[in-house]
């Protein structure tokens, strides 16, 4: 019983380093990304798809489910943190990291706020896996895998969760406790110009 996490293909804003309103959409090249994820699962006996409903990780999980047949469902539980008023402003102009911030933003949200609300989209992921009859694909938000990586999921002894989540990689885990991780941050279904550029964020 697995549940695959997915982050979403690349945006404009995330290769330029702003942090994203919840409408960004994806790049061209993000949008070819969620179309090579599309190929490599879509002979994946997936059971499911629940995704994000901010833009950016609902057309990746659009393409999958095109790809695949399968009804997609949504959930904000799954949205990345919200940065409130941070969000359109330049990562590198503000002068400190917000992703690291643990009182909320102006109209935002705190870091215990959000771990709260990932525990809340993880668990309803697992009982959503309980009800299929095979693997669920998750796809969210770079904060937010990282986030139930770090807080929900047994990780193999001597790897750590990776500083940076790439655009549409794929994640898995078992639906059971303790969850344990078997595959991690794995893009190699991008190659040439699909890979994204080391520098864009990973979390905005």
Do not use: W
Request: with cysteine.
């Amino acid at each position: 019983m697995t549940i695959l996490l997915i982050r979403h293909g690349e945006t404009p804003l995330n290769a330029a380093r702003v942090m994203q309103p919840p409408e960004t959409p994806l790049s061209e090249r993000g949008i070819a990304q969620a179309q090579a994820l599309a190929q490599r699962l879509g002979t994946e006996p997936l059971a499911g798809i629940l995704s994000s409903d901010l833009r950016r990780a609902h057309d990746t999980a659009r393409a999958l489910a095109t790809r695949t047949g399968l009804a997609l469902q949504t959930t904000p539980l799954l949205h990345e943190r919200n940065f409130g008023r941070l969000r359109g402003q330049p990562y590198d102009h503000l002068g400190f990291n917000p992703f690291e911030m643990q009182e909320a933003p102006p109209e935002g949200e705190s870091i215990p706020e959000f771990l709260a609300r990932v525990a809340q989209a993880f668990q309803s992921a697992v009982r959503l896996r309980a009800s299929l009859d095979g693997p669920l694909a998750v796809v969210t938000h770079g904060l937010v895998i990282k986030a139930i990586l770090r807080g929900h999921v047994r990780l193999p002894e001597g790897v750590a969760v990776p500083e940076r989540i790439g655009n549409t990689s794929i994640s898995v885990l078992d639906a059971q406790p303790p969850h344990a991780l078997s595959l991690l941050d794995c893009v190699a279904h991008l190659e040439g110009r699909l890979l994204e550029d080391g520098s864009s964020l990973s979390g905005g």
